[in-house]
């Protein structure tokens, strides 16, 4: 099971960081996606990181912005938003699994989401 958190209402300019917890320590062994969705658009990929904290890959839309860390200790993945725009609006999934990459189709499990706002 895949808990995240720590979404919110933030101006365009500021930072959030968002939490994926897992309950279980073979989270440890998957690769994990972050991806969102804005209303009436299609879940998009936002980036990913290897099961072993190697391999980010980001969305252009975000490079540079945006950087996904994990902590297997805590069983824990993090997104780390800097210098959000009012187009990153949008509820903020977590996902785990193989092989993973930039589609839905790549992971098993998902979170439920955590929604984040940010106005101009």
């Known amino acids: 099971q895949l808990q995240a958190s720590g979404g919110g209402l933030v101006q365009a300019g500021g930072s959030l960081r968002l939490s994926c917890a897992a309950s279980?320590?073979?989270?440890?062994?998957?690769?994990v996606g972050w991806f969102r969705q804005a209303p009436g658009k299609e879940r998009e990929f936002v980036g990913t990181?290897?099961?072993?904290?190697?391999?980010?890959y980001y969305a252009d839309s975000v490079k540079g912005r945006f950087t996904i860390s994990r902590d297997n200790a805590k069983i824990t993945v993090y997104l780390q938003m800097n210098s959000l725009k009012p187009e990153d609006t949008a509820v903020y999934y977590c996902a785990a699994g193989y092989p993973g990459g930039r589609t839905v189709a790549g992971y098993d499990y998902w979170g439920q989401g955590t929604q984040v706002t940010v106005s101009s």
């Open positions: 990181i290897g099961w072993n904290g190697a391999g980010t």
């Open positions: 279980e320590r073979t989270f440890s062994n998957y690769n």
